[in-house]
């Protein structure tokens, strides 16, 4: 996936290794991810996985929290 500058903006975003830097980005795309974003990392990061980042995150803002943690445990 191509990262947009705007969701990114304190790096280059061709430079983000989606594995890597998985809860950089996870937490970008919840708070601040597009439609097409929130899709691609729905179908990308294992389900288990994305509510491990999302319980213990500390910068997602609390209602994106508590929405994606709502979401994950309907999955």
Known sequence: MKFRQALFWDTNPNKIDA??????VIERILDL?????????????????????????????????NLWLLMLKNK
């Open 19 to 24: 594995q890597k830097n998985a809860q950089y």
């Open 33 to 65: 991810g597009n439609d097409r974003e929130v899709r691609w990392l729905w179908n990308f990061y294992d389900k288990a996985f994305l509510e491990k980042i999302v319980s213990k995150s500390r910068c997602l803002m609390p209602q994106t929290k």
